[in-house]
């Protein structure tokens, strides 16, 4: 079963606009929802996060969107440049346990192109 | 900010060998930590969690015999791959939680690439 599902598999942007990645999840209890960006043969690293009492939250070029009710969020990226080519994964976790185990998405490779 | 360093990077190494991979919180102390495992474009697959001073809690299908995990300080867990095959390669991520921290609960590794020959 897949808790969090995650859309588009990959994606292609031309430099200057905006990707767009959406993520829906099923599991009521989780409370924290981040998105974390991966180059190739590396771990993945922290982008941005978002809890559940906010609708959005932006950081630099970068925005999540949150909707609550329909257990959807998503992952903005304005201006996209080549150097955001990288795969993309959003995630899902429950704060109630205290360990934040993370479910994750299967990812998004997004290319940037010139 | 928060370091999760693992070690090594990359291993090479013949069938049968057994190999240890080393996750570390440098600045901050983790009484959790997470392994996951990585097959090329696929997402992250937790294998196990690890619990400083218990035993580590693993995922349905994973073989605990042969992915031994010790978690013996608040700042180290280590992953074992004990007699490893070809279908054993993949690329290993640590993440350590940080209880100190509400807006990065979770800080990973750059992984291990493991190949067996």
């Known amino acids: 079963q897949q808790q969090v599902k995650q859309s588009p598999q990959s994606l292609i942007v031309q430099k200057g606009g905006i990707s767009i990645i959406n993520c829906a999840y099923e599991?009521?209890?989780?409370?924290?929802f981040p998105w974390y960006q991966q180059f190739p043969g590396k771990g993945p690293a922290l982008l941005i996060a978002i809890r559940p009492d906010v609708s959005e939250k932006k950081e630099g070029r970068f925005t999540i969107s949150f909707n609550k009710s329909a257990k959807q969020f998503s992952l903005h990226i304005m201006d996209s440049q080549p150097g955001d080519s990288a795969t993309y994964f959003c995630a899902a976790g429950d704060s109630g346990a205290g360990s934040y185990q993370l479910t994750f998405g299967k990812g998004t490779k997004l290319s940037v192109i010139p | 900010g928060a370091v999760v360093s693992q070690h090594p990077s990359r291993v090479i190494c013949k069938s049968g060998t057994s190999v240890k991979i080393e996750c570390r919180s440098l600045d901050f102390q983790a009484t959790t930590m997470f392994w996951y495992r990585q097959f090329p474009k696929q997402s992250l697959m937790l294998m196990a969690t690890s619990n400083e001073g218990s035993k580590a809690t693993y995922e349905q299908g994973v073989e605990k015999d042969k992915f031994l995990i010790n978690h013996a300080s608040l700042t180290l867990s280590t992953l074992t791959v004990t007699s490893a095959h070809p279908e054993d390669s993949s690329f290993y991520i640590c993440s350590a939680r940080n209880r100190d921290s509400r807006n990065q609960p979770q800080h990973f590794g750059d992984g291990t690439r493991l190949s067996i020959l």
């Open positions: 599991n009521t209890a989780f409370d924290y």
